[in-house]
Nanobody, 126 residues
Framework: QVLVVESGGGSVQAGGSLKLSCQTS????????MGWFRQTAGKALEGVAT????????DYTDSVKGRFTISQDNAENIVYLQMNSLKPEDTAMYYC???????????????????WGRGTQITVSS
């Protein structure tokens, strides 16, 4: 079992930056991929970024490329999402997720992650 806990949410003006953190605990040695997802009311969950815990391979959804950076501290079992040049459309509940199942390529699909945090709210005002 893996516990996933996000932190770092808050409110910021457009153009600003925020950094989210995701702490995992438990059977962390089983985690192969970590991901960040987001969801706004009435919309489907969207995969934002993912990183391989073993190789460091990353992938991003197109709307955040060049603005968001996912990184990790494997010694501390923490994954970060640095968000720069934030836009009002980035406003959402952000969720961190972990995948302990074998996978060789990055995925931003909800079904490819089996442990989830409770989320942290990001609000970007114009």
């Amino acid at each position: 079992q893996v516990l996933v806990v996000e932190s770092g949410g808050g409110s910021v003006q457009a153009g600003g930056s925020l950094k989210l953190s995701c702490q995992t605990s438990g059977y962390t040695h089983e985690i192969n991929w970590m991901g960040w997802f987001r969801q706004t009311a009435g919309k489907a969950l969207e995969g934002v970024a993912t990183i391989s815990t073993g190789t460091g391979i990353t992938d991003y959804t197109d709307s955040v490329k060049g603005r968001f950076t996912i990184s990790q501290d494997n010694a501390e079992n923490i994954v970060y999402l640095q968000m720069n040049s934030l836009k009002p459309e980035d406003t959402a509940m952000y969720y961190c997720a972990a995948n302990s199942r074998a996978r060789w390529t990055p995925s931003l699909r909800e079904r490819d992650f089996n442990y989830w945090g409770r989320g942290t709210q990001i609000t970007v005002s114009s």
